[in-house]
Structures are given as C-alpha cells and as structure tokens.
C-alpha cells in the first residue's frame, strides 16, 4: 500500500507522509499483534512482518530523499517553494531590493553574464527535479518488484523446501544430542 504514494505528486508532502505513516503504524501493529509464543529463534513471520516494516520505511525514505532533492536542490530561483515563512520572504524583499532591481536591470539590457547564471540556475534545477521524478518512476518499478521477489522466495522456501521433511534437522539433532550423553 505505501508504494502508492510513488504515483502521488511530489509536492503532495501531508498526503504521502500520512499514507506512508499510516502504513507503517499498521504493519507495526500487526506485528505486535502475532499470537505466537516467545522463542529464542526467528520466525517465519518474524521474517515476513520484518521485511513487510523495511519496504514500508524504505519508501519514507525515498520520498524524503526525493522531496529534499525537489525543493531544495531543485528549487527555481525566484520562485517560491512553499518553505519560505512569510517573515523571511520580507526579511529578502526588503535587503536584497537593489540587488533585484540590477538583475532585472540586467536582463532588461540583455545582460549575457546574467543570462548565462540564470539558464545556468535553470538547467541545474530543472536537472535535479528531473532526478526527483525519475528516483520516483524508478521506485515505481523497484519497489513491487523487489517485494514480488521476496515473496517468491518466502514462499518457496517454506512452502517447498521446509515443508519436504521438516522432521529432517530435528532428529540429526536429536541423534546429535544422544550421542553426546552416551
């Protein structure tokens, strides 16, 4: 259910947190809510719920990655982000006024030193946004992918292979054991 939000736009941050969280807290609860008794060793479903909670948390990471790298390695200059508070965008409009002013002087003068940092500024953004977008299209493809590994398998093993003889280890150690007291 989490990769869901690999088709939610980038810019929808409560929309995938809370699917992303959500999932989580319901894996964990389900994990918790096994009735089985305590051992010492690990269990099959241990192994289940432990993979099913890391492809969950694997998928809160690559979105905070992915919306790190989107707003703010692929922030466009000028254009605002949704993280500016409004007193920080008038602490920027009051000192940096001249300065604005001589760049769009610049520009209107068809300035190519100002034109080439800008495109320059452009081209960097755009690059990364475009790295953001692909990390999600790929995780689209990687995440079920990996997961329909896993559970092939999963299941394999202890479908086929555990289920044949399952007998088999405990009387070697058994025997093992015997031969110890003898």
């Known amino acids: 259910v989490s990769w869901v939000s690999f088709w939610m736009d980038i810019e ?3 929309g995938r947190i809370s699917l992303g969280v959500i999932t989580l807290l319901a894996v964990s609860n389900q994990a918790s809510g096994t009735n089985v008794p305590q051992t010492s060793y690990v269990k099959a479903i241990d192994i289940w719920m432990g993979t099913c909670t890391a492809f969950v948390f694997a998928a809160l990471v690559e979105f905070t990655f992915v919306n790190y790298t989107w707003r703010t390695r692929g922030k ?21 006024e001249n300065h ?9 003068m068809g300035s190519p ?11 960097r953004a755009h690059r990364w946004r475009c790295m953001a977008v692909g990390i999600d299209e790929l995780s689209r493809a990687i995440f079920p ?13 202890y479908l086929a292979i555990v289920q044949e003889d ?12 015997m031969s110890v007291m003898v």
Not at 78 to 87: A, K, N, R, S, V
Not at 113 to 123: D, G, K
């Open 145 to 157: 992918l990996g997961f329909a590994v896993f559970n092939l398998s999963y299941w394999l093993y």
């Open 166 to 177: 399952p007998t088999q280890g405990l009387s070697m150690d058994i025997h093992d054991d």
């Open 76 to 96: 466009l200059p000028g254009i605002p982000t949704g993280l500016e508070t409004q007193e920080n965008l008038m602490r920027i409009q009051t000192n940096g």
């Open 12 to 14: 929808s941050v409560p």
């Open 100 to 108: 604005q002013d001589k760049t769009l002087l610049s520009l209107e």
């Open 113 to 123: 030193s100002c034109e080439n940092r800008t495109s320059r500024l452009l081209h």
